[in-house]
């Protein structure tokens, strides 16, 4: 199955709300998460991304929340505008046996009402 | 700098057909790889190159799919024959390396649809 999960198939807010993004992941031996962001049509891109030896890291209107705890990563996206309707995943670095293994979750579909 | 790029943008094809899917990655990126995304998943990882040696193709289904980067450049994905349940996007992604902090860098993809 699957090492990385996300509890919300589809997220809708409103223009100017802020916007939380969840995602579990199962793996301990993995020590660093990207959220990556894919607009119908295109591959994913590149967000934000946060190191197991850190709990928070900011971006512009972006951050990332990560509790080893419970395993649980956030994204959070303060302002939220239309141009952020778009799915959004969370992936790990699994190290299996010397390469990193990058391994995505199934997404959260974030839809931005105007 | 170019970003990946994908051929073709669109394939549809009937099953047991075959199809081959193309991809150039960033100049300079030495780790290749390729993912398949079904509607409404996560990408999943079917093969991954580290220059022209497989460094991962656990998910691979061998007896159908294949994969080559002869001069640790561009690929080809292949498959032969195609299965209804190919249909999906496969993504070309390229990254510097293999170490634990890399970002991928994904192409549009390829939607195959097999009918």
């Known amino acids: 199955g699957e090492s990385v999960g996300l509890h919300l198939p589809t997220l809708s807010v409103q223009e100017g709300d802020n916007s939380i993004i969840n995602c579990a992941y199962s793996?301990?031996?993995?020590?660093?998460f990207i959220w990556y962001k894919q607009e119908s049509g295109k591959g994913p891109q590149f967000i934000i991304d946060i190191r197991s030896n850190m709990d928070k890291r900011q971006g512009q209107r972006v951050t990332v929340l990560l509790n080893k705890t419970v395993k649980h990563l956030s994204l959070q996206i303060a302002a939220t505008q239309p141009g952020d309707s778009a799915v959004y995943f969370c992936?790990?670095?699994?190290?299996?046996?010397?390469?990193?293994?990058?391994?995505f979750g199934r997404g959260t579909s974030l839809i931005v009402h105007p | 700098e170019a970003g990946v790029a994908q051929s073709p943008r669109y394939k549809i094809i009937e099953k047991r057909q075959s199809v081959a899917f193309w991809c150039n990655p960033i100049s300079g990126h030495a780790t290749l790889y390729w993912y398949q995304q079904i509607l409404g998943q996560g990408p999943k990882l079917l093969i991954q190159?580290?220059?022209?040696?497989?460094?991962?193709d656990s998910q691979l289904p061998k007896d159908r799919f294949s994969a080559e980067r002869l001069k640790g450049v561009d690929s080809t994905l292949k498959i032969q024959p195609a299965k209804l349940e190919d249909s999906a996007v496969y993504l070309c992604?390229?990254?510097?390396?293999?170490?634990?902090?890399?970002?991928?860098?994904f192409g549009s993809g390829t939607q195959l649809s097999v009918l």
């Open positions: 793996n301990s031996a993995s020590d660093y």
């Open positions: 992936a790990e670095n699994i190290p299996p046996g010397g390469s990193y293994i990058p391994t």
């Open positions: 190159f580290q220059n022209n040696g497989v460094v991962d």
């Open positions: 992604a390229s990254s510097s390396g293999t170490g634990r902090n890399e970002k991928l860098f």
